[in-house]
């Protein structure tokens, strides 16, 4: 049994115990990595339009996709009992509600918070207001990743550090930043990344990592990287710091300081542990390093987050997080700092939770990289 | 077309003030103040996300690149521009728009209630709003708490979306965009033509895309010479049957598409279907019309083929710039008119059990009938 149709069947024995009769979870057709795509989550599919699955009580499926001549492909990869296409999301719903006996008082809808106003009127008129939500519930049921998604962020991992790889291979002054994204975002798309949430530029001293821009490369740039590329479904995230030239002993210095921090986290990282520890521990080597005061915005934003699309718990590493860590979790860990000396510094992993601590998926720890001016 | 909406959006963006002057702008909210004046309304409120901005981008040139901005534009005093990204993040933001004032959304009450404070207001009034049914229902919460009620809002979707209409520096931009969309489709069609799969040609053809400093790339391929159309799904090794697939291209704000398609025995029939189009495209035809005459062409040429490719979904082209689907969809029932001044992207296809086959072309409506900006495979001279 895959992990979707265990999801289905968890939804279904969730609906008996709640005395429900159905489930409606929607997705807009956007695709956050840092969201639950709860369409995803229990159909296997990210449809191109917005986009419903329906559960009943008995174990009964059907996703619904838009557009509707999406439906042979959502059909062939569909987990669910019955795979519908449309242009008219609401109308197709309303049918197979009704199809499915659904008593509308006995529902509850997943996602509308995500989706835009207009789309969730309709479908609240397809409801008829008797419909109670909750938001949680998917993101809740896939917080811990099965084998086969561990597997699938596994060979994510792989993509990443080969697209930064690649990157090292081609960089050079001169270049513009959207030039080197294109590399990046290329390489990576050609061993299999289906999106990616690339992040990558450059300064002689960076406040904070953005989304590629014209700059041209110049030697003394630090290039970060927040290299994210998703392979079924399983977002991963790597944060990268590469100089272009020789880094000083102070740079080398100043970096480990980074290292040091995420192998902190990784170790506290334990089932069971409250993500605001493990941000403290993370924290803790930057104060013991005499830059306590820089350990909020915006000299840093979070220590680590969540990653969609399966499931964006535990949220944000951060010392306000209410969140306990429970074993199987993925999310990335990643103490990126600014410090006055060298600027902004990315060091990251995807880590996996373990009762040794937060395993890296990657084969190799981040470092200062160089490559030659 | 519907294609998969990416995380984020890579490409480089930035305003680029010798394309598009800050006195472009200014015409453009000086139509938008007479929409105001018309209506009564104090203000606008345009809102963007990542999927759909071609609003937001026309009267602030920003885009969106993840979750969603929102232009405050007043009627009297100052605009303001909130994007939700963080505040470290912002002044990367400012260098996409003209606006001055940019903010993060993400603590609305401290950002919103004090500009809407400054509009200039005795008792109730109203506002207009643009993109509103794609705002999530947490922010439209938090927004209706800070109008109270003190201010209404109304729908201005139809009445704003009149007022744009596309001036010569545009219309110099869809040029551009159309004629890199074009260039990608060639080597897109050089790299299938050399041996490689479908979805190795289309890789080629976005990496040479995104190196000319696309925005953004969309694209679907067949797997199947033709009958279907489908997003990345990783298989680059080769396909059987001929060429198919859809190609979009954003290039300093604007799109342009086309699609390639070669190889299948229905392409004379959609060849001669977008003939069909061109010849009765001109100013006031309405899009019924140019329907009537593709499905016309395809069933006179197309034996058993006559219906359109499901993947247009039973349309032949729409309008076509900030958006790759600026609305005027040309279906069997459209009574949306060709005007002067507007780009289409128009477009032809059938299908059969063995494959299918598609034409394109990009237009600029003249007051005597159109400009051809580009198509996607010339006819062949006789």
């Not at chain 2, 247009?312 to 729409?318: A, C, E, I, P, Y």
Request: glycine content about 10%.
């Amino acid at each position: 049994m895959g992990i979707q149709e265990t999801r289905l069947r968890e939804t279904a024995l969730y609906l008996g115990r709640e005395a429900l009769d159905g489930l409606i979870a929607v997705n807009f057709g956007h695709n956050s990595f840092l969201e639950s795509h709860a369409v995803f989550v229990l159909s296997g599919v990210r449809p191109i339009g917005e986009s419903a699955v329906v559960v009943d009580r008995s174990g009964g499926s059907t996703l619904i996709v838009t557009p509707a001549w999406d439906a042979e492909r959502a059909t062939t990869l569909s987990h669910t009992e019955k795979t519908i296409g449309t242009d008219d999301l609401p109308s197709a719903l309303a049918r197979v509600l009704a199809a499915r006996s659904i008593d509308l008082t006995k529902t509850v809808t997943v996602g509308l918070s995500t989706v835009g106003q207009g789309l969730v009127q309709r479908i609240e008129a397809v409801l008829g207001g008797k419909a109670r939500s909750n938001e949680s519930f998917i993101r809740s049921l896939a917080r811990i990743r099965s084998q086969e998604e561990l597997a699938a962020a596994s060979k994510a991992t792989e993509i990443a550090e080969a697209g930064y790889q690649h990157m090292l291979a081609c960089v050079k002054p001169g270049m513009r930043e959207f030039e080197l994204a294109a590399e990046l975002y290329c390489a990576m798309k050609q061993e299999g990344a289906e999106d990616n949430f690339l992040l990558m530029s450059a300064s002689q001293h960076n406040l904070a990592v953005r989304a590629a821009g014209g700059r041209i490369l110049d030697v003394g740039d630090i290039i970060l990287s927040e290299i994210t590329p998703c392979y079924q479904g399983q977002f991963v995230q790597i944060c990268r710091t590469t100089l272009i030239g020789e880094p000083t002993p102070l740079m080398r210095e100043k970096y480990a300081v980074l290292q040091r921090a995420m192998r902190a986290g990784q170790a506290a990282a334990v089932p069971g542990a409250a993500v605001r520890d493990v941000t403290q521990h993370i924290d803790d080597c930057f104060r013991q390093a005499g830059y306590g005061d820089y350990c909020k915005p915006p000299y840093m934003r979070v220590r680590g987050h969540g990653l969609g699309i399966t499931s964006d718990l535990p949220g944000d590493l951060t010392v306000e997080s209410e969140g306990l860590l429970e074993e199987g979790m993925m999310f990335v860990m990643h103490p990126n700092q600014y410090l006055p000396e060298t600027g902004y510094l990315m060091c990251g992993e995807p880590v996996v939770i373990t009762p040794q601590g937060a395993k890296a998926l990657s084969s190799r720890e981040a470092e200062l990289d160089s490559v030659a001016a | 077309m519907r294609t998969v909406n990416p995380s984020i959006v890579i490409g480089s963006y930035g305003w680029d003030q010798d394309r598009v002057p800050r006195d472009e702008f200014q015409l453009r909210i000086d139509a938008l103040n007479r929409v105001m004046d018309q209506n009564h309304w104090k203000a606008v409120l345009v809102y963007g996300d990542m999927a759909e901005h071609s609003a937001l981008a026309y009267f602030s040139n920003f885009t969106p690149r993840l979750r969603w901005g929102m232009a405050l534009l007043p009627r009297k005093g100052d605009p303001r521009l909130l994007v939700s990204m963080s505040p470290r993040d912002i002044p990367a933001m400012r260098l996409m728009t003209w606006i001055p004032d940019v903010h993060s959304g993400w603590n609305w009450p401290s950002v919103f209630d004090p500009w809407l404070a400054k509009l200039d207001t005795e008792g109730a009034a109203d506002i207009g709003t643009v993109g509103f049914d794609m705002m999530r229902p947490p922010l439209f919460t938090s927004l209706q708490q800070s109008l109270g009620n003190r201010f209404r809002l109304q729908d201005g979707d139809a009445q704003v979306a009149a007022c744009r209409t596309p001036r010569p520096r545009a219309r110099s931009l869809i040029r551009a965009a159309s004629s890199l969309a074009a260039e990608t489709a060639d080597v897109f069609r050089q790299s299938w033509v050399s041996g490689k799969g479908v979805e190795a040609a289309a890789l080629d053809a976005e990496r040479a895309a995104r190196l000319r400093a696309a925005q953004d790339v969309r694209m679907l391929t067949s797997h199947d010479g033709g009958r279907t159309l489908v997003p990345f799904r990783g298989s680059l090794g080769p396909a059987p049957g001929g060429l198919a697939a859809y190609i979009a291209v954003k290039h300093m704000g604007y799109w342009g598409d086309v699609f390639v398609s070669e190889g299948h025995a229905l392409q004379p029939a959609v060849e001669s279907a977008l003939d069909a189009i061109l010849a009765s495209a001109a100013p006031d035809v309405m899009g019924a019309v140019l329907h009537a005459k593709a499905i016309e062409a395809l069933s006179r040429t197309a034996l058993n083929s006559h219906a359109l490719h499901p993947v247009l979904s039973g349309s032949v082209g729409n309008r076509i710039g900030y958006s790759p689907d600026e609305g005027g969809r040309l279906t069997q029932d459209s009574d949306d008119m060709f005007k002067i001044g507007d780009t289409y992207s128009l477009r032809v296809g059938a299908h059969d059990a063995g494959g299918g086959a598609f034409a394109s072309a990009m237009v600029a409506i003249t007051s005597k009938g159109y400009d051809l900006v580009h198509r996607s495979t010339a006819p062949k001279k006789s």
